[in-house]
């Protein structure tokens, strides 16, 4: 049997290591194998609980803001005035002071999620049916986007993973220029997550969702599109497949949305005008 492999170095945050024993090519050894971290990440307002959402514990402040806009708990980043991290042995709490004028001061009692989100579900706990089938306003501007930059993004996306690198169970929301350039990224166990994370990182730092497109290393499910549309993104890339409500939201919502996105193809869902150059992109690939 092998000697047990030491601890890994300047591995990135959100990141443990737990002793496993490994079995490969016949040999059998010890290792400390680098496995993402699962928290429960407690949403407060004004000292009020609203939800619990399995995360991982980074980026928190730019969860919070992030969520607050997607769930619509907020309607514009200064109604958030400050988001205090309280760490304790059960999990992380997200204490959040909000103006009056929040969305979230005048609802009702039920629209607080009674269930805990988990990491593969962005409306779990939701009591109500307009608490998930929630419609955005319709993005009309005429955002388009290279189809040759979405390649370049593609490309360079892996890289930029970290955490996933380092323990293969995350997913990433990358905010990508039109030159293909990756300006943000940001990662999660929880694909729902990692793109309020991304939408807070953007607010917080004010950049523009105007000229660029959203890249996911996930599927694009039914809240994916929602929290891209309510963030004003209007062209979605996911590496692997949409769902039916998905495409019919981002059909309703003037959202571009692109499936199983890889450097040689894709397919394209919904208001293909916003993405250009398709022949170019297809010559490209041959």
Not at 241 to 246: E, F, Q, Y
Request: charged share 20%.
């Amino acid at each position: 049997m092998q000697a047990p492999s030491p601890v890994p170095a300047n591995e990135p945050c959100g990141i443990a290591y737990r002793r496993t024993l490994r079995w490969r090519g016949g040999e059998r050894g010890s290792i400390m194998d680098s496995v993402a971290e699962e928290v429960p990440v407690a949403m407060l307002y004004n000292d009020s609980p609203f939800s619990v959402m399995m995360a991982s514990p980074t980026d928190l402040e730019d969860f919070a803001l992030g969520f607050s806009m997607t769930e619509g708990t907020i309607s514009d980043p200064s109604q958030l005035l400050r988001i205090e991290v309280r760490p304790s042995l059960e999990g992380i709490e997200l204490a959040m002071e909000v103006t009056d004028s929040a969305p979230i001061v005048s609802m009702p009692n039920d629209a607080t999620r009674n269930l805990p989100g988990r990491s593969g579900c962005g409306l779990c706990g939701a009591s109500r049916l307009e608490q998930v089938l929630r419609m955005p306003l319709p993005i009309d501007r005429p955002t388009t986007y290279s189809a040759l930059a979405l390649r370049v993004a593609l490309s360079s996306l892996k890289g930029l993973q970290p955490m996933n690198e380092a323990a293969g169970s995350t997913h990433a929301a990358a905010w990508v220029l039109p030159d293909g350039a990756i300006e943000v990224v940001r990662e999660d166990v929880g694909r729902h997550n990692a793109l309020d994370k991304l939408i807070g990182a953007m607010r917080r730092s004010s950049t523009s969702t105007n000229e660029g497109l959203v890249l996911l290393s996930s599927r694009a499910s039914y809240e994916m599109v929602s929290k891209a549309a309510y963030a004003g993104m209007a062209i979605v890339a996911a590496v692997s497949a949409p769902t039916a409500l998905a495409i019919d939201l981002a059909k309703a919502a003037g959202i571009c949305l692109v499936g199983f996105a890889r450097s040689d193809g894709f397919n394209i869902y919904s208001h293909p005008q916003r993405l250009l150059d398709l022949e170019a992109a297809h010559l490209a690939a041959v």
